[in-house]
């Protein structure tokens, strides 16, 4: 018991500073804040460039990398939050990470920028996050969280030393609205649409400004989910934390698919582009298109990932010898899809046909120099990796784009009267739908301008409202615009026509008349 004792708080330190990078998802280093950009460059490329294929978004324009708003952000990360830091002994915790509870400082960040860093902060502070950040669609709603424990003998004896928040990752980012404290995941969906509906109805410029930041810091959070139930462990409940030392047996069980992931970024921050090129499956992505909610969408996703990828923890089916292959982590619920069979195995991989593409589910055969030189238990190699992301990087843009168009209201501008004299009524409309089932009541700067983009006037809308005069300019076409945190909304344009010079009344001329007789 003795040695155990002075066992335990080593074992604590070296697993907690493993813990945070080995449980989460992506690497939310460099490979979440890189996937979010791919979500946002998707939704961009639908509509900026024109076609407007999302109807939704016709007469609006998004710079989201011209403007600089002020927020809060990560600048220093942490295992805990602040209240957490009391379980453990005030001189291991500073022995432990230096200062275990992460710092927010506040900046100022373009709308692009702060999406991004969502992608990193989500898995702050680290210890509470790696737990929450799973989600299996194949269990009954409330039991979708992690209950895996990890195959691994100090890894398990720690992870044990925390409570299990039985919260999933879905739920847990989309949260619920106006759930703030400093306990509390602040930067949720729910509360991200709180956030901008508040920056839409805020008349103060910085205070908007301010709130916008919040809002695409929120969004940044949630595509980090998204971006997750595309990946195949935190969707097939597969706790894979582990640390590189030749003990790994003691310290994790590492998830091959994320590791590499992470690997083909270090030193190389374009090191997923290649993964991006292609389309995602037209069955997946029309699934995403009809989605309401970003429940839908983020349910949709992690059955698709769920249903055709394997862990090397979660295989299962019959080889092409004819041998059972049951999975190594929780063998009492086998997954239904996929599976190994022999009609699948060709060239020493396990093949599938996912949507437009074949995938490499895994190997048995190890690899000298890119010669076969035996068989094993399945794994997942290298090509398997870039095989599953061709496929997975795809789906999660599209499901991400998806989700933004989601966030964002749908609003249109309209002048409702013109006159030749310049007279100007008009009201901002939002359209409810799923998300945002309360309405908006736009508040703030409604700009006029004509076809040149010249500024013809400047109103305040008050409760979605506006009205003012402008300067006439004969046969020109002009309309109004609002602008939120890099969004601009604009109104179908409207002809104005200066009225015609007033003519000076005719005067007639006064003559007198002499009737004298001469």
Known sequence: MKNIKIFAPAALIVTLLALWALFVGYGNQKNHPTLNKFMVKAFLEKNNKGGFSMNKFKLYEFKLDKVKLRGN????????NPSEVDRFHEDMANWLYGETTFTEEAGEKTPLEWIAHGGYSADVPEVPASFRH?????????????????????????????????????????????????????YTWENGKAFLKGALEEKNQEKRNALMAKAWRSLGETLHMIADNGCPSHVRNDAHPSIPFRMMSYFG?????????AEFQTGNDGGLDEFQAG??????????????????????LATFTNENFFTTETISGTDWKGN????????????????????????NYYRRQVGNREVLLCTDTWFFNKYPISKTYPYLDEACVKSQASALVPAI?????????????????KITSLTDDGNITGEIIHKTDQEYSKAISYNGPVVIKTATLDEAGKFEARSGRFSGKITPV??????????????????????ISAPPPKREPVVAANYELDFRIY
């Not at 952000?73 to 805990?80: A, D, E």
């Not at 925390?162 to 619920?176: L, R």
């Not at 389309?279 to 949709?300: C, G, Q, W, Y």
């Not at 843009?397 to 501008?413: D, N």
């Open 474 to 495: 004969d046969n020109a076409w002009i309309h109004a615009e609002i602008e939120f945190g890099g969004v601009t909304v604009k109104s179908e344009q409207k002809k």
């Open 134 to 186: 799973f989600y299996d669609p194949t269990r009954p709603d409330g039991a979708r969280h992690l209950t895996d424990d990890v195959n691994s003998k100090l890894m398990n004896w720690i992870q044990k030393k925390f409570t299990n928040p039985n919260t999933d990752g879905v739920t847990w980012a989309i949260g619920k609205a106006g759930n703030f404290g400093a306990l509390e995941h602040n």
């Open 73 to 80: 952000y990560i600048s220093k990360p942490g295992l805990f």
């Open 397 to 413: 843009r599209e499901a991400g784009l998806h989700a933004i168009r989601l966030f964002i209201p749908g609003l249109s501008v």
């Open 279 to 300: 389309k995602a499956d037209p069955d997946l992505a029309l699934k995403f298109e009809k989605s309401n909610t970003i429940r839908d969408v983020a349910h949709t």
């Open 324 to 347: 059972v292959v049951k999975p190594i982590t929780h063998p009492d619920y086998v997954y239904s899809s996929p599976k190994l069979s022999a009609s699948g195995y060709s060239g």
């Open 253 to 261: 069980n590492p998830d091959t698919y994320e590791e590499m992931m």
